[in-house]
């Protein structure tokens, strides 16, 4: 998700599990080939396993990021070809390609001869109008032949013309049933499921279905819902018992951005929902986002916000 899942959102979500494959925000190949390479790919060592989410067409562009990207240290590289903004389009990537399979084939083998590293593709089911359950078979199929075996498929058409990119999230309807076909009809392939899956139970209605299940933006709003991940899915203790052990660990990281000179508020921009659904996350909220105060130490910012909360809470029992 660009501009949301960078290094800091990453790290905050790792406090919480553990175990769940992180993606990188989309980063275009033009962006890592003449850009700053050091700050779109570093990361810090605790976000593991983690994955490079790439943008592009050319296959010899995807090839030397994908270098770049077992270079730098990343378990997984990702083709995105379900973004349907404009801006992405104009560029000729993101959904848009998938009316290209045989370029996506020729940009995954040009991607797996240049790196050890898994080539993985995040889709959609179709683009525009196209609803025909072989439209995506074929271009899966297509794909998987040139040596991909993970998609993650939002199971969703991606209307390139007419609809905002959130209003593709959310008009264009969900057919979680051709996701499930497609892992019938390849049974060999890992086929995981992105659209709309909110909570821990629709994930395990899901997992008994397809391979895997990929959560965005619920994730990044209410990040404690993903609390209980490892104990429930992989078998692991859960890293955190509570919020306040979350936000303490947190706040370390935060005291580490201050003490190096780096602005801790566009770190604190995605732990905001930390607190979401409890007495008083309103006013946590608030004191966190006081641009007034992003000159402060971060402990004391904590000290007010929890005061803030507590203060709500006890005025709430009253």
């Given at each position: ?20 494959l ?9 962006a ?21 989410q ?5 296959p010899?562009?995807?090839?030397t ?7 730098w240290?990343y378990?997984?590289v990702?083709?995105?070809c ?21 370029l ?14 898994p ?30 075996e ?11 013309q ?7 999230r959310e ?7 051709l ?39 619920e ?5 404690w ?27 370390a990281?935060?005291?580490r ?14 732990a ?33 916000a ?13």
């Open positions: 998700m660009m501009d949301w899942t960078d290094r800091h959102c990453r790290y905050f979500h790792r406090l919480i599990t553990r175990h769940a992180l993606y990188t925000e989309m980063v275009t190949t033009g890592l080939i003449h850009g700053d390479q050091p700050r779109h790919l570093d990361f810090n060592s605790e976000e593991h396993p983690v994955a490079l790439l943008g592009g067409s050319e010899e562009d995807l090839a990021c994908a270098r770049l990207a077992e270079r240290g378990d997984e990702n083709l995105n379900g973004c349907p903004s404009e801006r992405v389009q104009r560029g000729a990537f993101g959904a848009c390609l998938m009316a290209e399979p045989q996506v084939a020729d940009c995954v083998k040009a991607m797996r001869d240049a790196t050890r590293l080539v993985t593709v995040k889709h959609r089911i179709g683009i525009d109008k196209i609803e025909r359950y072989e439209f995506v078979r074929d271009f899966v199929g297509t794909v998987a032949a040139a040596g991909c993970v998609f993650i498929v939002h199971a969703r058409n991606a209307w390139l007419g609809l905002s990119p959130k209003e593709n008009i264009p309807p969900l057919r979680y049933e996701v499930a076909q497609l892992k019938r009809d390849f049974p060999q392939l890992t086929i995981a499921l992105n659209g709309g899956i909110k909570t821990p139970d629709q994930i395990a209605e899901q997992l008994a279905l397809v391979d895997g299940v990929m959560v965005g933006r994730a990044y709003h209410e990040p819902s993903m609390a209980q991940w490892d104990s429930r899915f992989f078998g692991a203790p859960d890293p955190a018992t509570s919020r306040e052990q979350v936000e303490d660990a947190w706040l990281y935060l005291d951005l201050h003490a190096a000179g780096t602005p801790w508020s566009h770190a604190m921009r995605h905001l929902g930390l607190w979401n659904g409890t007495p008083g996350s309103r006013r946590w909220r608030q004191i966190w986002s006081d641009h007034r105060l992003k000159t402060l130490a971060p402990r004391e910012v904590a000290r007010q929890t005061e803030a909360r507590l203060g709500a809470v006890v005025r709430q029992a009253a």
